[in-house]
């Protein structure tokens, strides 16, 4: 039974092959920030509130200038659709269904075109920029064509952190089906069988341009080896004139940089250590994330990912001051376990969690718990 992301988490890892799962599940070095990121929402305590009429509960908020009725969405994960045939499609159906944004990775397997044409809702695209300008601005270009709204800028992957899973498994090294790829995916015949479905998968943004190779798998590793390694703030602010529409930046995980990014003209910052796949030994995002809000003061909006599991954990962010959460592997658990009913099923149960949650906290909305702030929480000590 699918009741919580822990649950999600064990049905993707029976139903994925490992190579797949690893490179999900994993984080860099000794992974010790991926570990951080969840164990340091047990620093934070929920109070217990009692005897106020909590009848009528209301989750929804504002999140990026639109009103939704919960408070998180569905950040960008790379590769959705090797996970689930039509990963994004499946994801971004689920999101909508149950009034969520979905955030569209560059390096997907649906393209945002098809993405745009077979699902509904507001459609968010994270760009990765490529030391390709021509490739640049053509994700730029397809992006506006497919009417995103929200740009988020992906900041934190100068260099690829070190993830050892993946050296391990040969991940990176792999750009065809090799006899071991092979077996490891014939031991998982579903997902085999549901994948095959669709034929070859192919990252959608590079599948017309032959120098990227063919096949998924031989695109994602030269999507990867071509992430423009001398991005500087200088880029933020052309990035800034040419997109008309909100930019968000992502990767965000110090005071400097935030306040930089304020200076650079963004809408707003997630505060994110990429789910501790990129610099090992950073701090986790949520004992980050009350001196980022404290240093702004409310002069830029803030959101948050890393480790989120529980609905308990988004309530604690958004006490600290983030407007909304982005989840990552939480919801990829759920589409690997049972595609879109997956993702769905997970946003149910977060939702469910946080409803109760703050009931049980005395407390009947996400205005009142924002308003609450650090009061609504206990700090261990
Ligand atoms: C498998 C995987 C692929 C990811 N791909 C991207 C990506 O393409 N672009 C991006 O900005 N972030 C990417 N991320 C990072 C997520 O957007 C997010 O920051 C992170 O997953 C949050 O941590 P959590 O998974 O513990 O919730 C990826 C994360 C995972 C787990």
């Known amino acids: 039974m699918l009741i919580n992301v822990e649950d999600a988490r064990r049905a993707a890892r029976r139903r994925l092959p490992k190579i797949f799962f690893d490179y999900i599940e994993g984080g860099s070095g000794a992974e010790r920030t991926l570990a951080a990121n969840e164990a340091d929402f047990a620093r934070w305590n929920l109070r217990q509130r009692v005897l106020n009429d909590v009848s009528n509960r209301d989750l929804s908020t504002n999140v990026l200038g639109t009103q939704q009725p919960l408070p998180f969405m569905l950040g960008p994960v790379g590769f959705l659709g090797l996970y689930a045939a039509d990963g994004e499609i499946a994801a971004a159906r689920a999101a909508h269904m149950e009034g969520v944004p979905f955030a ?90 549901d994948l095959m479905r669709g034929g070859m998968p192919q990252c959608g943004a590079v599948a017309h341009r032959p120098e990227f190779g063919h096949g998924a798998l031989a695109q994602a590793g030269n999507l990867a080896r ?21 930019l968000v930046l992502k990767g965000v995980l110090s005071v400097e940089d935030a306040l930089a990014a304020r200076e650079a003209g963004v809408d707003a910052i997630v505060v994110s250590n990429h789910g501790g796949r990129q610099l090992d030994d950073a701090p986790s995002t949520i004992a980050m994330l009350p001196e980022i809000v404290e240093a702004l003061g409310g002069s830029l909006e803030v959101l948050v990912d890393g480790g989120f599991r529980r609905g308990t954990d988004i309530v604690k962010a958004l006490a600290l001051g983030a407007s909304g959460v982005l989840l990552g592997r939480a919801y990829v658990y759920g589409l690997a376990a049972d595609g879109e009913d997956g993702v769905r099923r997970v946003i149910r149960h977060l939702a469910e969690e946080i409803d109760t949650s703050l009931a049980l906290m005395g407390l009947t909305s996400i205005a009142e718990l924002r308003r609450r702030g650090h009061e609504a929480l206990r700090e261990r000590t």
């Open 104 to 193: 569209l990775s560059s390096f997907s397997i649906a393209s945002i075109g098809r993405l745009r044409a077979e699902t509904a809702g507001p459609l968010h695209f994270q760009l990765y920029v490529l030391n390709d300008p021509t490739i640049r601005d053509e994700f730029i270009e397809q992006a506006l064509a497919a009417g995103v709204t929200t740009l988020f800028l992906t900041v934190d992957v100068a260099v690829t952190g070190s993830r050892e899973r993946d050296i391990r498994n040969g991940f990176r090294a792999v750009t065809r089906i090799t006899p071991r790829l092979a077996l490891s995916m014939i031991r998982r015949p579903r997902w085999c069988l």
């Open 226 to 246: 071509r992430i423009e390694t001398r991005l500087s703030w200088a880029d933020v602010a052309w990035l800034r004139k040419r997109w008309p529409h909100r």
